[in-house]
């Protein structure tokens, strides 16, 4: 079963709220991803978890702020997006991050809109 | 981490074969090639991974020449519901984990 499951799949918020997109996996997968993709362009690496600990971030805006409560749990938690932010987040995981050939499967996505 | 080339469209018909190639000049020794294909407003999917000579599995085959330089997603007998876009992507190993970068892709429109 190679599946992750992300809520919600849609979410509408003001640039003044706090939301939480979440994403869960149990494949007994140890690094977990987040991408953001905006219409009609491929998806940009935002975050990598290896074994619960952040490992890359690439530069994203502290208005992203990512959290991995345990092996099988990816939150990222917004708070004062602008418009721009309005995209689809894609959560991915993967065995290990220490090997190019270990597959990354991803989740359906969230569509967020930022109003 | 090797950047990859593709078409930025193809068009096929229904019942043809289809080859998508990939140029990754600069792969890394360790670096494995992977194809994912996307739908609108789904995630992407894995299709195959391979690191060298063939691979095939019940979608698709992937072939890799032996300087690994470019690397061929070939779908036999291709519907409408394989229209979607494309993705090659290559290694991405860091000393952070798995970089792994999405290129531009292929659009793939199937034609009746």
Not at chain 1, 23 to 50: D, I, T
Not at chain 2, 25 to 39: E, K, M, R, S, V
Request: aromatic content about 10%; hydrophobic content about 30%; overall charge neutral.
């Amino acid at each position: 079963d190679t599946e992750v499951t992300q809520t919600p799949k849609h979410l509408v918020m003001g640039m003044t709220n706090k939301k939480s997109l979440k994403c869960e996996q149990h494949m007994g997968h140890r690094a977990m991803y987040w991408y953001k993709q905006k219409a009609k362009k491929p998806p940009e690496l935002m975050f990598v978890y290896s074994y619960e600990k952040l490992s890359i971030n690439e530069s994203v805006p502290s208005r992203f702020s990512p959290e991995c409560p345990n092996s099988s749990l990816l939150n990222l938690h917004l708070h004062a997006l602008q418009p721009e932010d309005s995209a689809l987040y894609l959560c991915a995981s993967s065995l290990q991050t220490g090997h190019s050939g270990n597959t990354i499967y991803f989740g359906e996505g969230s569509w967020l809109t930022v109003v | 981490l090797a950047k990859t080339t593709q078409p930025i469209s193809m068009d096929s018909y229904e019942g043809q074969e289809v080859n998508i190639t990939c140029s990754h000049n600069n792969i890394a020794t360790n670096d494995y090639i992977t194809w994912y294909q996307q739908f609108p407003s789904q995630g992407p999917r894995f299709i195959i991974q391979g690191y060298k000579t063939k691979v095939t599995n019940e979608v698709a085959s992937l072939f890799i020449p032996a300087d690994r330089k470019s690397s061929t997603l070939s779908l036999p007998r291709v519907s409408l519901s394989d229209t979607a876009v494309y993705y090659c992507l290559v290694g991405g190993l860091t000393g952070g984990g798995n970089k792994l970068t999405f290129g531009t892709g292929t659009q793939l429109k199937v034609e009746l």
